[in-house]
């Protein structure tokens, strides 16, 4: 079973903003706000943010060379790993 998900309503939000941020940043999660019982937004510290932000660009790389590897396009494996260890040793 999956970890459940940190949720604040906006009231308690509003309440005590500076101790639901401490809570986003200790917990490193993200935290669904709720409003009328229901999700309305995510709050996530910067950290976390940052971090979501590098794996989203990484999926696309990946995704874009499984694409031109499709297509036919690219560079063999070996041909990247022998320029890669010539620029290494220059």
Do not use: H, N
């Amino acid at each position: 079973m999956g970890k459940l998900p940190l949720l604040v309503s906006i009231s308690d939000l509003r309440q005590d903003a500076a101790k639901v941020l401490k809570l986003v940043q200790d917990s490193q999660e993200p935290l669904i706000i709720t409003q009328r019982g229901r999700a309305a937004a995510v709050m996530q510290s910067l950290e976390t943010f940052e971090r979501s932000e590098r794996d989203k660009e990484l999926l696309q790389l990946l995704l874009k060379g499984e694409k031109e590897i499709a297509a036919g396009q690219g560079y063999e494996l070996d041909a990247v790993l022998a320029a890669a260890e010539s620029s290494l040793t220059e």
